[in-house]
Nanobody, 128 residues
């Protein structure tokens, strides 16, 4: 069973930056699509950023131009660089990846139920 291990949680002031990491436990694991969802208290889980096996990316409108998702294939690790953070970015962030089931449309239209593996979640707090 593949495990996704997240790191990088923290608290910053508005305008600051954080980088989240998500490492797959199995070196031979391959995915078609991976990325992050986030969930704030009282709100639904929403897709934030995704990257497919070709390196194509997709972002929620609320984070475009501020967040960058990438993947280091050699390390089987995803990264989410978050710049110009806003208080409304405060949430629990969950990385996720598929078991090569997602063939097309690795983007923010996907639901969390479309994915197979989940990280433990990392808390991001942005103060004003």
């Amino acid at each position: 069973q593949v495990k996704l291990v997240e790191s990088g949680e923290g608290s910053v002031q508005a305008g600051g930056s954080l980088r989240l990491s998500c490492a797959a436990s199995e070196s031979t694991y391959k995915s078609n699509c991976g990325g992050w969802f986030r969930q704030a208290p009282g709100k639904e889980r929403e897709g934030v950023a995704f990257i497919d096996s070709d390196g194509d990316t997709s972002y929620a409108d609320s984070v475009k131009g501020r967040f960058t998702i990438s993947k280091d294939g050699a390390k089987n690790t995803w990264y989410l660089q978050m710049n110009s953070l806003k208080p409304e970015d405060s949430a629990m962030y969950y990385c996720t990846a598929d078991a090569q089931k997602i063939r097309v449309g690795c983007d923010t239209s996907l639901l969390w139920t479309d994915f197979d593996y989940w990280g433990q979640g990392t808390q991001v707090n942005v103060s004003s």
